[in-house]
């Protein structure tokens, strides 16, 4: 049973450009969260979506950033026009069902994205 | 206020000695609580959850204090491979706030 799947593993983007970091959740898990962390600093929540539904982006910049979670297919966590401050690592993580219900997280490797 | 606050440390110990980590939390309504641990540059990984009842697993002891919104993890016997940053999470609605982290090294 593969664990939470993320690719790139390292995104190497200059300033501008757009960033699409993919996120498979574990087998059966249909709640995926985005969290971004910065250097010696928490992971900070971005996107929490089911199967085909944002539930809550609060956590997620108003412009530039947006996700999705397609019916088939990984969940895509796209950045547009890449500025230097949006270097971090992504990590996303997949659970069974919500975390309100006491759900446990399970995070997959981060994407290291490094903006030039 | 942050939500979730952690000593970042960091904590430097002796193999072998006891170390304890503390961690508070500003809203109330948390409804579930957690300690993770983070290696360098890897996923967070679920060490233990953490109930009102306080719970042990090996040489680790969780505690939670809900009328303080106190959160405490002892590590007993400590191992060099017991070094890592130690995450304090709570839960709330649809997402989980993480703390900062407290760095552990422990040396031989």
């Known amino acids: 049973n593969a664990g939470v799947m993320q690719n790139p593993r390292h995104l190497v983007r200059r300033r501008g450009q757009e960033a699409r970091l993919r996120c498979s959740p574990m087998k059966g898990h249909s709640h995926v969260y985005w969290y971004r962390q910065l250097p010696e600093e928490g992971l900070k929540f971005m996107v929490y979506l089911q199967k085909e539904n944002i539930i809550d982006e609060s956590g997620m910049p108003k412009e530039r950033f947006s996700a999705e979670f397609p019916k088939e297919g990984p969940s895509i966590l796209r950045i547009q026009q890449v500025v230097r401050g949006d270097s971090a690592a992504y990590f996303c993580?997949?659970?069974?069902?919500?975390?309100?219900?006491?759900?446990?997280?399970?995070f997959g490797s981060g994407t290291q994205l490094s903006v030039l | 206020r942050k939500e979730v606050e952690q000593d970042p440390g960091p904590f430097n110990v002796p193999e072998g000695a006891t170390v304890a980590f503390n961690c508070t939390y500003s809203?109330?309504?948390?409804?579930?609580f957690f300690w993770y641990r983070q290696d360098c540059r890897k996923e967070p990984k679920l060490l233990m959850s953490v109930y009102s009842s306080g719970n042990e697993d090996g040489r680790f002891t969780a505690q939670l204090n809900r009328a303080s919104q106190y959160i405490s993890l002892l590590i007993r016997d400590s191992k060099l491979s017991d070094s890592a940053t130690y995450l304090c999470v709570v839960s709330r609605d649809n997402d989980m706030r993480f703390g900062a982290g407290t760095r552990l090294t422990v040396k031989p």
């Open positions: 993580a997949s659970s069974p069902g919500q975390i309100k219900t006491g759900e446990k997280l399970f």
């Open positions: 809203n109330s309504a948390s409804q579930s």
